[in-house]
T-cell receptor, first 115, second 115 residues
Framework: GAVVSQHPSRVICKSGTSVKIECRSLDFQATTMFWYRQFPKQSLMLMAT?????????EQGVEKDKFLINHASLTLSTLTVTSAHPEDSSFYIC???????????FGQGTRLTVV | AQSVTQPDIHITVSEGASLELRCNYSYGATPYLFWYVQSPGQGLQLLLK??????LVQGIKGFEAEFKRSQSSFNLRKPSVHWSDAAEYFC?????????????FGAGTRLTVKP
């Protein structure tokens, strides 16, 4: 199957700083990428959907100014958590889907800890 | 809107025993159906998927799932569980119309395998 690489796998940052998470499709062109957040022992909650070259569509309750999503190319989307706070600590997972395809492929996730 | 229910939050089985994880969905038509597995601190790995055709679907690692339209179910089964199967399992549904953000996950079932 297609491979999606997410980087970094773990990151620790100080309160008030920003952190960027990358999601790359390695062997296909991802016209659509999805960003999820997962709290401990809970399911995945969709945060936003991004189409290459367009602004991301955010789910209700997700602060677009806090979680900046960029999908500038067909193989890369980034999620930037701005002015991070301890409550932003979570597991973030991306997935990517190619044009005309049903299935999306998931990255390995990023564990963000804000101290 | 579609939804997914995984009634069992936590299941414990003995190694070598059979396993069935339940998944029920609510959707206006037959959606695309998926089962994913997640090990601690990892992303999601696709076990199997149902799009159409044969209602018994074979997946990786010896898993299978059966789509039952009359019961709106897509239960995951394995005849003999291995200790390495201990993980979190997520059922997911996606609408059959091409839509950017309509994949929904169940709450997950955590599988513990006793020696």
């Amino acid at each position: 199957g297609a491979v999606v690489s997410q980087h970094p796998s773990r990151v620790i940052c100080k309160s008030g700083t920003s952190v960027k998470i990358e999601c790359r499709s390695l062997d296909f062109q991802a016209t659509t990428m999805f960003w999820y957040r997962q709290f401990p022992k809970q399911s995945l909650m969709l945060m936003a959907t991004s189409n290459e070259g367009s602004k991301a569509t955010y789910e209700q309750g997700v602060e677009k100014d806090k979680f900046l999503i960029n999908h500038a190319s067909l193989t890369l989307s980034t999620l930037t958590v701005t002015s991070a706070h301890p409550e932003d600590s979570s597991f973030y997972i991306c997935s990517a889907r190619g044009s005309g395809l049903v299935e999306a492929f998931f990255g390995q996730g990023t564990r963000l800890t804000v101290v | 809107a579609q939804s997914v229910t995984q009634p069992d939050i936590h299941i414990t089985v003995s190694e070598g025993a059979s396993l069935e994880l339940r998944c029920n969905y609510s959707y206006g038509a037959t959606p695309y159906l998926f089962w994913y597995v997640q090990s601690p601190g990892q992303g999601l790995q696709l076990l199997l998927k149902y799009f159409s055709g044969d209602t018994l679907v074979q997946g990786i690692k010896g898993f299978e799932a059966e789509f039952k339209r009359s019961q709106s179910s897509f239960n995951l089964r394995k005849p003999s569980v291995h200790w390495s199967d201990a993980a979190e399992y997520f059922c997911a549904v996606k609408g059959t119309q091409y839509n950017n953000n309509d994949m929904r996950f169940g709450a997950g079932t955590r599988l513990t395998v006793k020696p």
